[in-house]
């Protein structure tokens, strides 16, 4: 069991977090096409806290490295910015445009998606294996998957129209890529 503590094993303690991330992620998805929202909406909190720990796991046992980062960047991408969006379109948008709107949501949607990929390639570009930073430069990825949910549920809980939903979605798909100075918790 000496590989759960090699920061060389691929399989070690903290990638094995992640590799649940991706699972939850993967399994997430797979609920979205069943219109079993509220299941895909657990997975999704399963996946970001093994996201939380993955982290924390690979700094206290030394286990960081590159492929370490490629490979939570690879579930934040799945767990924080795909399941989130793809909840949205199926959830919201399928069942509330058509047409022209339809067309509209499907941009935003993947200029979201775009911009979250842009936005942990950077990081990953500009990451230091088992560095942590004071403060991130626009909203990170998993932020921008909580602020989803919330305007997810707001329009669930029709507080918020389908429309001001795609409006928050470009508006924090925008955050993510921006210069705005978000303190490290």
């Keep these: 069991m000496k590989f759960l503590y090699n920061a060389q094993s691929h399989f070690n303690l903290a ?3 992640t590799f649940v991330n991706i699972t939850a992620g993967l399994m997430a998805t797979y609920f979205i096409t069943q219109n079993n929202f509220f299941i895909a909406i657990i997975l999704a909190w399963v996946g970001g806290a093994f996201d939380i720990f993955d982290g924390k796991i690979a700094r206290k046992y030394k286990l960081s490295n590159e492929f370490g980062i490629q490979l939570d960047s690879f579930a934040d991408f799945l767990s924080f910015v795909l399941v989130p969006v793809f909840l949205i379109f ?3 948008y399928a069942t509330s445009f058509d047409g022209i709107w ?3 949501a499907s941009i935003v949607s993947i200029v979201y998606v775009i911009s979250g990929l842009r936005r942990l390639i950077s990081f990953n570009i500009n ?3 088992g560095s942590v930073a004071n403060y991130f ?3 990170p990825t998993p932020l921008g998957a909580i602020l989803l949910w919330i305007v ?3 329009h669930t809980y029709e507080i918020l129209p389908a ?3 795609i409006v928050l979605m470009a508006i924090i798909g925008w955050s993510l890529n921006s ?3 978000i303190k490290h918790l």
Excluded: C, R, S
């Design 15 to 17: 990638n094995l977090f």
């Design 90 to 92: 199926q959830a919201v």
């Design 102 to 104: 339809l067309i509209v």
């Design 127 to 129: 990451a230091d294996a």
């Design 137 to 139: 430069t626009g909203v």
């Design 152 to 154: 997810y549920l707001t």
């Design 163 to 165: 429309m001001m939903v």
């Design 179 to 181: 210069t705005l100075k």
